[in-house]
């Protein structure tokens, strides 16, 4: 059974920083496109950042630039997204995708991964 685990949600305030992990079981998912997504209560879910199998190759969405990092770490099986300098509008509830191919020449949408994990909330208080 392939399993993704997000964790390192909370409550913080805006300014703040967190840090979430998401951890793969049940496959190697080292070669593995990766990527966040988040979800807002009565919004699509949308595409934070992603990260190619080597991570020389990252995407981020416009609303997270220059604020995320997403990094990976293909002995730990796991992602990772940085969250620095977080506003209000970065609440929502996080979560972690995987899949064999690699979105090219486009934004990712969450048909493009087959492999979701549960999803972590993040607030974020003004």
């Known amino acids: 059974q392939v399993q993704l685990v997000e964790s390192g949600g909370g409550l913080v305030q805006a300014g703040g920083s967190l840090r979430l992990s998401c951890a793969a079981s049940g496959r190697t998912f080292s070669t593995y496109h990766r990527a966040w997504f988040r979800q807002a209560p009565g919004k699509a879910r949308e595409f934070v950042a992603s990260i190619n199998w080597s991570g020389g190759n990252k995407y981020y969405g416009d609303s997270v630039k220059g604020r995320f990092t997403i990094s990976r770490d293909n002995v730990k099986n796991a992602v990772y997204l940085q969250m620095n300098s977080l506003k209000p509008e970065d609440t929502a509830v996080y979560y972690c995708?995987?899949?064999?191919?690699?979105?090219?020449?486009?934004?990712?949408?969450?048909?493009?991964?087959?492999?979701w994990g549960q999803g972590t909330q993040v607030t974020v208080s003004s």
């Open positions: 995708a995987a899949d064999r191919e690699v979105v090219v020449g486009r934004i990712p949408i969450p048909s493009d991964f087959s492999s």
